[in-house]
């Protein structure tokens, strides 16, 4: 009997039970040995029903992401860090400061404890990279699936500078289309990693929190018109709907959008669309043709900007469409993806 | 050829399918056709990465919760009604005012899409009922599993109080512990249906939005110390995490609990203590002993807390344990459960 009792006991110890979600003794364990320590801030410590934020009066800007990534952990960064960071930016490309973050977790039985451990670590990490407070959150236990581990709902808040006035409708005939930064290189480093394929090494997410970079764009003066982060529907995503939100046409040079040689050739490998393909370090931001060489300037002084670039103009043609004028000089429309060819993403 | 696509078309037209979860066209139909008719506000419709909310200079509460429950659809409610109220409840707990609420959907390939318009339809009803908009949202697909069909996380902000002190370290011996009405309705219709139980109709989840019932006690000019919603873990949860913080002991006499025939009955024939078993309408409430009066009053004068009672006192023996005076006159230690005994309830 003590010898069963004490492999029931290593058991728990490895993998989480669904025990640990039943909001009894083990959850309460859960949370204040493996998450508390990691976690630990004003906001969160209380662990009451509803963490209590001191705000400026103005307005706030409120959002959420469910992410479902597989696999949980992949080149460049995890579940955790994409949780963190799709919701931090999520807030910055609408002009705000991000104040704080709601973590929900849900979580399959047998999931190794040890994997648990590191993407909590990453959450810790990157919320202090974007200095956001996890300050509250909820954790759950589904019974054994098919190994999809741990899916991670986070919700933020952030205040909304004076000046921020993000509208796609406000864009206008002339106006210049910046993108951050080479494209596509989380989709694809999570795709290449659920194939398996060789070079994978050399591809990794650019999962970041743009807080800090869009910072030292306002910094510049520059007015941003529009700003949004190309996640799921990529490029091609943001750009139809700023066309259709700004009731005007888009037109890209193929040649100015920064794609690295390696994203190129792995797209091409896996017959995707660098224009489809998700990201989560980058921002497509509209701002006048006057202001668009400091913007571009700013963010390449910026480690997560260096290689941003002006890739086209909003133009007044009808009916609003996103047109790709190719290396080659040839037209081509630009159009949402359907939405098969990439699940579990992000 | 065209009866296969018709076919193909009408598959599509009843299940959630992978592609509706890409962030591509049909996320977008998704989104456009059968979620926005129903919880249109002027915060969600304009789609943007995050909701603006104009909020008075002040504290702000903010909270989240997973849902996992099975059966999606239980008597007197379903995922939906529970992810609103859940969240409602988490702040009004805390004496917030609930503003905004974020609902992020983790839908599972092959649910029906009629089960969905249900829950949608639902979320709208109960976000009506506690005036709240629903005011930012996301969408995600998983593979099928192995049929639990929809996850919900909620997130919500709250515009707190200014009177609002609710905090455990504020309760002194003598203090009453008051509950809104009967207790273990949610969990013991969930596990009866569950456990497919023949009186299961008679019996239904108490799931309602607090925030009226607590204005009317914030009406009352009582000083409400410390106030919690005993979801997982029951009224044994709160009262040992009350006894906890506040480092005070309680006794709770169980003659005064509020617990209908069925709900009793129901408990002795699944095994469980009606005492740690869930709740998702109900708030346990510490005041001074001469507030106790009035706050029950006003409770039993709103159709959510008809059945409210003093269920004991706060106490100062050492160490701080919660123990319950039987019918009988014995006395029994209440403790927080372990953990395993109610998975998926909320």
Chains 1, 2 share one sequence.
């Not at 025990?19 to 209380?46: M, Q, S, V, Y």
């Not at 990157?126 to 190994?147: F, H, L, M, P, Y």
């Not at 106006?175 to 990693?193: C, F, K, N, Q, S």
């Amino acid at each position: 009997m003590a010898h069963e009792d004490s492999q029931t006991n290593a058991i728990s110890d490895e993998q989480i039970v669904l025990a640990h979600g039943g909001g009894g003794e083990l959850t309460r364990k859960l949370i204040a040995e493996r998450f508390l320590p990691k976690l630990t801030n004003a906001l969160l410590d209380p662990l009451a029903d509803s963490a209590i934020l001191d705000m400026p009066p103005g307005r706030i800007a409120f959002t959420t992401d469910a992410h479902v990534i597989q696999p949980l952990e992949f080149p460049g960064g995890d579940i955790g860090r994409l949780s963190i960071c799709g919701t931090v930016n999520d807030l910055v490309v609408m002009g705000a400061i991000p104040r704080a973050i709601s973590l929900a977790l849900v979580i399959e039985e047998g999931l190794p404890l040890a994997v648990l451990d590191r993407i909590i670590d990453s959450i810790a990490a990157a919320a202090r990279e974007s200095g956001v407070a996890v300050a509250t959150g909820d954790t759950k236990v589904i019974e054994r699936q098919r190994g999809d581990g741990l899916l991670i709902t986070t919700a933020g808040v952030g205040e909304l500078r004076e000046n921020a006035r993000i509208d796609a409708r406000r864009a206008t005939a002339g106006d210049a289309i910046i993108v951050t930064g080479r494209i596509a290189e989380h989709g694809l480093t999570v795709m290449a990693a659920r194939e398996g394929l060789k070079f994978q090494t050399e591809l990794r997410s650019d999962v970041a929190p743009l807080n800090d970079l869009v910072d030292r764009l306002y910094d510049t003066g520059a007015d941003l018109k529009f700003m949004r982060d190309p996640t799921r529907g990529g490029l091609a995503g943001v750009l139809v709907d700023l066309a259709a939100e700004a009731r005007l046409s888009v037109e890209i040079r193929e040649e100015s959008i920064p794609v690295s040689g390696v994203a190129r050739h792995t797209a091409e490998l896996l017959g995707l669309d660098v224009l489809s393909v998700p990201n989560e370090g980058k921002a497509v931001i509209v701002t006048a043709a006057s202001d668009a060489d400091r913007v571009v300037q700013a963010c390449r002084r910026h480690p997560l900007g260096r290689h941003a670039a002006i890739i086209g103009q909003v133009g007044d043609a009808q009916p609003p469409l996103v047109e790709l004028v190719t290396v080659a000089g040839g037209r081509r429309l630009v159009q949402r993806p359907y939405g098969e060819e990439l699940p579990r993403i992000c």
